[in-house]
């Protein structure tokens, strides 16, 4: 019986047994002694007294509060045979087992009917004749009207044919699920899914066995083909719809791809039709399919193999053929194989013991032969050797020998076929070719010999060619840095000698100043252009947008431009940080842009490009590098730069340009401006159409707006503090000093790091901030500043330098620093700032 089945004998039996609670209270009121009921018309009565008597496929039992039995239908005496005159009166608990009746069963069904309102029961009970039948029942207590407990009525049914039936369907249910959790074969059941235009387009695994996960390497079970293998073949789709649509079963072999394996596959149709399931035996062959080729291939190799053979012996290469049975030591040999042995005619052409064959060779040869013999013998497989053998003339020809050793399963040597090839031509031009490459060697040593010293010449010459440029070089640099020097250097003498003259005027007399003030700002920008291009400028780096930066450097830029030059920005919706010095970078892109601006004549296009970029592309001789940048552009519409020049352009004081129109030192800036800050200067031109200068510097995370210091101050006085000078240079410390007392402070000079810790430990109270040179003799000023740090914490200390190489490679380590030259007014505010009197 299917479980539908079951389902709704059950629904009936719980429809006889309300009927029957319900019709048979007057019956269970008599019986039992009690009125307490209602009888209503006799009519009722009589009609339910019927029910009770014509329900004979249902056993109906009533029993009081105790569970002695009060009535029995004849339902009850068809099932299990006693009559009610023969039970009334009894305990109800007799037609139950014994095995039943010792564990109290009739106890526990009705204490689950009193506390459920009812107890569904499925066992074995017994009938009057002794024999056992399955029955399926309920129990239900009897109340009167205010609930009070007047009995039990009980309703079963006789289920013995549908309980074996379904024991037995279990059984072979049981047996089935063994067989398929146990065979070797994979088995699924496969819902297939179809479109719109009824296309087999994907299908499930619904359940699968064990083997299935085994065969095929993954486990799909409730998943859809589609989530391992979204590019199955199609072939799969449409054999499996078309079993499913049409119930036509198939048997195949195909490859999946997804799956990397053969697999050998029976499909049939399960269920109703419109499941569209199929049921699919399959088994993994790959392995067979495997072996298969291999054997293809060993046979198309043999074949191969075969068609060679007989064509080397059809041209003569092939000289003999051999079979050797190694159990019984016996050769069977052909009439060239006895020819290039020299065997005796008398010997015969088979029987050959080994010692016979092996009499000819050269002794020499004997026991190399014996060696690779016994060592092919016990491997197995292949086998080639070249010896000598005397033929009948009396001569020793070389041969070479190829077979190969044919072994049982058990590795047990049975056979040994060859053949037997003519190599003394063969060895006499690798004779000759060794006597060649010998010669060659002798050739080639002398000839190494002589390209060492030749070398070794070229070398030398190109050390002093280096040398030569290196020379050029720093006389290139050294003469424009005089020249220009030189420059600014007449001014200053010329104004200074000018203003010696006690005739001069008031006014004049401020333009000679303000004429050697401008030159010493000159100077120091061109020191610093050096130091940019060397990068050895001491940076102030700080997180900043540079497409901020670039949007307010354009009017500038336009103004520099000139009114023929169209500028445009091309800029980021976004911003793009970098972690550089501001000025630095603002200084790059001016001079990229005022080189542009020269170059084209003062007349084209200029674009100024913004971007992020995921790498830094090969540079020169400079790798590509991976990362996150910041990439600059200036593209002009100029005349372009000569190939032979492009090398040339970021060198200091090299300039295209005439005498007076530039000093040569503005890319040099942007190159080491670019190199210090980590990041490089790409330049790309084509003569004719234009030149482009890409900056890259490195991207970093934006931080929040910090407060910007406020402008030029008045000028700020000591008002008394102290300041410890250290400055080894004499000149510049008195200058220090001098300066320092005319702005209010009192100051204390020393000459180097030693002598200034010596000051402070006869009393550090006395000062109120530290002013020290970078580069002096022994300790530095950045090791004095540390140093200071630790002894005297409180203590500020200023740095100030016109170039120190620790400041350029590794930064100010935290300190304040004032570039060299300074102005009176930048010292009297960076010691306000730092004193802590001020």
């Known amino acids: 019986m299917t479980y539908d089945e079951l389902e709704a004998e059950n629904a009936r039996l719980r429809a006889a047994l309300e009927a029957a609670t319900t019709n048979l209270l007057p019956i269970a009121e008599r019986q039992i002694g009690r009125n307490q009921y209602d009888n209503g ?26 569970g002695v039995v009060a009535d029995w239908n004849p339902g009850a005496e068809n099932v299990m045979g006693w009559t009610a005159a023969e039970v009334r009166g009894q305990d109800g608990a007799f037609f139950f087992t014994p095995e039943d009746r010792a564990g109290g069963q009739v106890a526990s069904e009705m204490r689950r009917a009193l506390k459920d309102g009812r107890a569904a029961d499925e066992r074995w009970h017994l009938r009057k004749d002794g024999h056992l039948f399955w029955a399926s029942g309920e129990m239900m207590p009897l109340l009167g009207d205010a609930s009070e407990h007047l009995g039990f009525v009980k309703i079963l049914r006789d289920r013995t044919d549908e309980h074996l039936a379904g024991v037995a369907l279990r059984q072979a ?20 899914k179809f479109d719109a235009d009824d296309r087999p387009v994907d299908y499930r695994f619904v359940e699968a066995n064990p083997a299935f996960e085994r065969q095929s390497g993954v486990n799909l079970r409730g998943k859809w083909v589609t989530e391992f293998a979204p590019d199955l073949e199609q072939f799969w789709f449409e054999t499996y719809g078309r079993v499913a649509r049409t119930g036509e079963p198939t048997n ?28 699919i035996f399959f088994n993994d062959v790959t392995p067979r ?24 012996l059809a041209a003569g290469a092939i000289i003999g053929t051999w079979h050797w049975d190694l159990p019984r030591d016996q050769f069977t040999v052909d009439e060239a194989f006895a020819r290039a042995f020299g065997l005796d005619p008398a010997l015969g052409r088979k029987g050959l013991p080994l010692a016979q064959i092996v009499a000819t060779v050269h002794p020499d040869d004997q026991a190399g032969l014996a060696q690779a013999l016994d060592e092919a013998i016990t491997r197995g497989g292949s086998y080639a050797h070249q010896y000598r053998v005397r033929r009948t003339d009396g001569d020793y020809y070389w041969i070479e020998a190829n077979g190969r050793v044919n072994l049982d399963p058990e590795g047990t040597p049975l056979s040994f076929p060859g053949v037997l090839i003519d190599v003394e031509h063969r060895r006499a031009v690798e004779a000759e070719r060794d006597t060649a490459l010998a010669a060659l060697r002798s050739l080639n040593d002398t000839l190494e010999q002589r390209v060492a010293e030749r070398t070794a010449d ?19 640099l050294t003469g424009g840095v005089a020249h220009d020097f030189n420059n600014l250097l007449t001014v200053i003498r010329g104004s200074v000698d000018l203003l010696r003259r006690a005739s001069v005027s008031d006014e004049r007399r401020q333009k000679y100043i303000d004429a050697i003030s401008d030159t010493t700002d000159r100077a120091a920008k061109l020191t610093g252009q050096l130091l940019a291009f060397a990068r050895r400028q001491s940076l102030k780096p700080e997180v900043f947008d540079a497409t901020d930066s670039v949007r307010t450097l354009g009017d500038m830029i336009r103004t520099l431009a000139g009114a023929r030059v169209k500028v445009t920005l091309r800029l980021p919706s976004g911003p793009c940080y970098v972690n550089a010095d501001r000025s630095q970078f603002d200084t790059a892109v001016v001079n990229m842009a005022v080189n542009a601006r020269d170059a084209m004549k003062s007349e084209g296009e200029l674009i100024i490009t913004v971007e992020q970029a995921t790498d830094m592309p090969v540079i020169r001789s400079h790798p590509a590098v991976s990362g996150q940048f910041v990439m600059v552009s200036l593209v002009d519409s100029g005349p ?24 040569g030192l503005g890319l040099s800036q942007v190159f080491g401006f670019t190199k210090q800050s980590g990041g490089d200067i790409l330049v790309a031109s084509t003569k004719g159409a234009g030149a482009m200068f890409t900056m890259y510097l490195p991207r970093v995370e934006g931080v929040g707006r910090v407060a910007v210091e406020a402008g030029e101050q008045p000028l700020s006085l000591g008002e008394g503090a102290c300041v410890l000078v250290v400055e080894d240079n004499v000149e510049v410390g008195m200058f220090a000093t001098r300066a320092l007392a005319e702005l209010g402070y009192n100051t204390v000079l020393t000459m180097d790091g030693a002598e200034a810790l010596a000051e402070l430990a006869t009393g ?58 300074y102005s009176i007014d930048a010292l009297s505010r960076a010691l306000r700032k730092m004193s802590r009197r001020g």
């Open 458 to 476: 070229l070398m030398q010459v190109e050390d002093a060619l280096r040398q030569s440029q290196k020379v050029e070089a720093i006389g290139q």
């Open 640 to 663: 372009g730069i000569p190939a032979d020049k492009l090398d040339q352009i970021f060198e200091p004081f090299f300039t295209t340009k005439g005498v007076g129109e530039g000093t």
């Open 41 to 66: 018309p006799v009519s009722a009565t009589a009609r339910q007294r019927a029910i009770f008597e014509s329900a004979i496929d249902f056993a109906i039992i009533v029993t009081d509060p105790a």
């Open 289 to 312: 399919r495997e072996a298969e080729e291999r054997l293809r291939v060993s046979e198309a190799v043999a074949r191969e193999n075969v068609e060679r053979v007989q064509l080397a």
């Open 252 to 279: 195949f072999e195909s490859y999946a791809d997804a799956f990397k394996r053969w697999f050998d596959v029976r499909a049939v149709r399960v269920g109703d039709a419109a499941d569209r399931q199929i049921a």
């Open 173 to 192: 249910q049981d047996r089935f699920q063994t067989i398929l959790d146990t065979i070797d074969a994979a088995f699924a059941i496969v819902e297939v």
């Open 764 to 821: 550090v109270d006395r000062f109120d901030v530290v002013f020290s040179d970078v580069m002096m003799p022994g300790m530095s000023g950045v090791e004095l500043g540390q140093e200071i740090g630790r002894l005297y914490p409180a203590l500020p200390v200023m740095l100030t330098s016109g170039y120190s190489e620790v400041l350029a490679q590794s930064g100010t380590h935290g300190f304040d620093l004032l570039h060299k030259p």
